[in-house]
């Protein structure tokens, strides 16, 4: 439970001082600049995870059990999670916020919990009781209410944009499905999985999305400037989240672990206050409230709790 909450706090604020990097003047300075910012920056981000977790597994000496535990068939499911999680999920979500705006794409995207926990009650056979699936939804309805901003953007593809958020939806629900699978094998542990993983999103981005959207010469041009040493800081603090979330899945399952993760965007604002002295306003405050609760309320087994608890005072 702390692990699971521990990755939502850490996710805050990794969003926070991306945010930073994004408002920079390299991802700014020009239209095509900022079209190809979300995909620059994912890139970036998770290349420079990937390489925090080398150095986190070099000091480990863990290279030789990562290589092993690629060319296992738990491995490849892993790649698999990686790569919808990653390229597929988060190119849905850039697709649908130019087609149909970040309100709606936010309403859809949000839904991703639930999704997952209905597939990890399919495949894995977790179950979840009846208050925690409440907790859960009033948990999404808080972060759609928190991000929901309608503004008067016109909408450019109604049904491309729909699709693409349900692409990002249903990617990022299988990658913590598909990856909570892959974790069941005893010769794999979280944090080789989670090497695996970054390094499998990075090199996908680099090798297919980069080349297609012509990125490179922007990505190489932004490499030396303040804007790469930010994301490189905000991909510390994401690689941490990470190792939480992941751990998190391999303990407590990958209902309970979502349900945790989207803490996130409650404790941004915290940061956003902090970092950035943006003082929050009061459906910011009355939201981050109810995702923070209702989200423990959905990861935490009530029964197993009260049952401990006697135990340990008998």
């Not at 309100?103 to 990890?120: E, R, V």
């Not at 899945?249 to 803490?263: C, F, P, R, W």
């Amino acid at each position: 439970m702390g692990t699971g909450l521990t990755a939502g706090i850490l996710w805050g604020l990794d969003t926070v001082i991306l945010g930073i990097a994004l408002a920079m003047s390299p991802f700014a300075s020009t239209a095509q600049a900022i079209l190809l910012a979300p995909f620059v920056s994912t890139f970036l981000h998770d290349a420079c995870s990937s390489i925090w977790m080398l150095i986190y597994m070099g000091a480990k000496r863990q290279y030789k059990n990562v290589i092993r535990a690629l060319k296992s068939r738990s491995g490849r499911f892993i790649v698999l999670g990686a790569l919808l999680g990653g390229p597929v999920g988060m190119s849905g979500y850039v697709a649908a916020i130019n087609y149909i705006g970040p309100g709606y794409t936010a309403i859809i995207s949000a839904m991703f919990p639930a999704l997952g926990a209905f597939l990890s009650y399919v495949f894995l056979k977790e179950k979840m009781k009846p208050v925690q699936i409440v907790s859960l939804m009033i948990s999404i309805l808080g972060v759609i209410a928190l991000g929901y901003a309608p503004g008067n953007s016109e909408i450019k593809n109604l049904p491309l944009g729909f699709a693409c958020a349900v692409i990002c939806c249903v990617g990022w629900a299988l990658e913590a499905v598909i990856c909570a699978y892959g974790l069941k094998d005893p010769d794999i542990t979280d944090e080789q999985a989670l090497q695996i993983r970054q390094l499998t999103s990075a090199v996908f981005y680099g090798i297919v999305i980069l080349p297609v959207i012509k990125g490179w010469g922007f990505t190489l041009d932004l490499i030396p400037t303040s804007a790469a040493g930010v994301i490189l800081l905000s991909a510390l603090f994401g690689t941490a989240s990470y190792v939480c979330y992941y751990k998190a899945i391999a303990t407590i399952g990958a209902s309970k672990a979502m349900a945790l993760n989207i803490t996130y965007s409650a404790w941004a604002i915290i940061f956003s206050l902090i970092l950035l002295h943006t003082v929050p306003d009061l459906k910011s405050i009355v939201c981050g409230v109810i995702i923070v609760i209702s989200s423990v309320v959905a990861a935490t087994d009530i029964d197993g709790f009260v049952a401990k608890k006697q135990k340990t005072l008998n």
